[in-house]
Structures are given as C-alpha cells and as structure tokens.
C-alpha cells in the first residue's frame, strides 16, 4: 500500500483546542471556567450562614412550643393534685411569658408548673400556704422559691384577708373578734410593718395581737401556728 493509499484510510484527527497567548502567556484557557471571584465566595458563605441561622431559629421555635406545651400539662396534672379549679389554672398559664421561660430555661418542668400555680394562687388571693402546697407535690421550697422570685407576685392585702377569715372561721372566732383583726391589719399597714412573710404567717401574727388586745393572756400561740400552717418561731419573730 502506498503512502497516498494509507493517508486516505487514515482516521480524521480531533481539532486542538487553540489557547489565547497573549500576554506572558498566562491567560486562562477558553474552555475552562472562569475562576471564582472573592465576592461570590463571601457570597456563598452568607447564603449558608442564614440559612444555618433559619434552621437554628426553627428549631429553637420548635423546642420552645415543645418546653411550653410540656409545662402546660404539668400545670393542669397538679391542679388536679391540688384540687385547683379552670380559673388557676389559667392564671397560672398567664405566667408563663417568653421572657420568665428564658430566665428559668435550666429549671425542671414541674418546678416551674408549681411555681406557675403557686403564683396564680396568691394573684387570686386564695388562702393556700405553701407549705399545704409542698406536703402534695415532688418539689423542694428551695427549687420553687428561685422560680418564685423570678415571678415576682406582689403580697395581697385581699389574700391576707382571706386567710384571715379562713383561720378565724376554723378557730370559730366570732365577726368581733375578725373586725378588730381587719384593724391591725390597717395599722400594720399604715406604718409599713409587713415585710416579706408569707400572707398565712401575716394573718396568724394578726391573730397573736388581736388576741392579746382581747383575752387574758391571748390565744395559745401554738395553736395560732398550727391554725396558720406555719411554725411557731415565724409568728414569734414578726411580732
């Protein structure tokens, strides 16, 4: 076969890419993409970063609806406990604001439930000591009280009242005998003399006085505690 005869039957060769060589010949060539510019890569990271950002505020929503839907329950579980009507109940949902949730996030469930209906109690002004409280629930004072303080219930003169009348009615103490009550009251106020006890405590304070101003000797004081649901000692040193 001839040299004419083999370049015929020869297989077409494939086309060489031509380059751009101007310059010192550093160009880039035509088929490759262009590199990426520093904007597009700062671009590209905050893409990912708000949508990181998204994701992660989803997420918190999701656990937040979760945390409060999980409190909501235990709240309705201990007003059962508790023998609460519908009423504390939503009292004590009222209290749970996105910022009180924030500033116990690291506080337990129940804790937070009971601190929540403990609030709504003294907000309605029922007479409930929170020692009657504590003797049905799974929850120490020392826990519900850091809840308790972040709440921050303003003391009552409507819930001193009515643990006044619930004490005097159990010690079957006649309208008199409450009405000189209701002065003390007035007195203690007047002049600032309420600090921060408990209403149940206030109240059996009131009764010690009121009962000195009128028997010989007063009411046993010990009786006045146990009435009250408080110790001895708290009704001896607010005196």
């Keep these: 076969m001839n040299s004419a005869s083999r370049r015929q039957n020869r297989p077409p060769r494939p086309?060489?890419?031509?380059?751009?060589?101007?310059?010192?010949?550093?160009?880039?060539?035509?088929?490759?993409?262009?590199?990426?510019?520093?904007?597009?890569?700062?671009?590209?990271?905050?893409?990912?970063t708000s949508v990181e950002s998204e994701v992660s505020t989803d997420n918190d929503q999701y656990f937040s609806k979760k945390r409060l839907q999980?409190?909501?329950?235990?709240?309705?579980?201990y007003a059962v406990v508790?023998?609460?009507?519908?009423?504390?109940?939503?009292?004590?949902?009222?209290?749970?604001?996105?910022?009180?949730?924030?500033?116990?996030?690291?506080?337990?469930?129940?804790?937070?439930?009971?601190?929540?209906?403990?609030?709504?109690?003294?907000?309605?002004?029922?007479?409930?000591?929170?020692?009657?409280?504590?003797?049905?629930?799974?929850?120490s004072e020392k826990q519900i009280k850091k809840i308790?303080?972040?709440i921050k219930v303003e003391k009552s003169q409507d819930t001193i009242q009515n643990f006044l009348k619930s004490i005097t009615k159990q010690m079957k103490l006649n309208d008199k005998f409450y009405s000189i009550c209701e002065i003390v009251l007035k007195g203690l106020e007047k002049y600032q003399l309420i600090g921060g006890e408990h209403e149940n405590v206030v109240a059996g304070t009131i009764i010690k006085i009121a009962s000195d101003m009128l028997f010989n000797g007063g009411i046993v004081p010990?009786?006045?505690a146990d009435e009250s649901k408080c110790s001895l000692h708290s009704i001896r040193i607010t005196q």
Excluded: W
């Design 82 to 139: 508790l023998d609460l009507n519908n009423e504390v109940q939503k009292c004590a949902i009222h209290f749970l604001q996105p910022e009180l949730l924030e500033q116990i996030k690291q506080k337990k469930y129940n804790a937070i439930a009971i601190a929540a209906l403990i609030s709504a109690i003294k907000q309605l002004s029922l007479p409930i000591t929170l020692k009657e409280i504590l003797a049905k629930v799974p929850v």
């Design 222 to 224: 010990q009786i006045i």
């Design 70 to 77: 999980s409190i909501i329950e235990q709240i309705s579980h």
């Design 15 to 48: 086309p060489v890419p031509k380059f751009r060589m101007t310059g010192a010949g550093t160009d880039t060539p035509d088929f490759l993409p262009p590199p990426r510019s520093e904007d597009s890569s700062f671009a590209l990271s905050q893409d990912n």
């Design 148 to 150: 308790l303080f972040q």
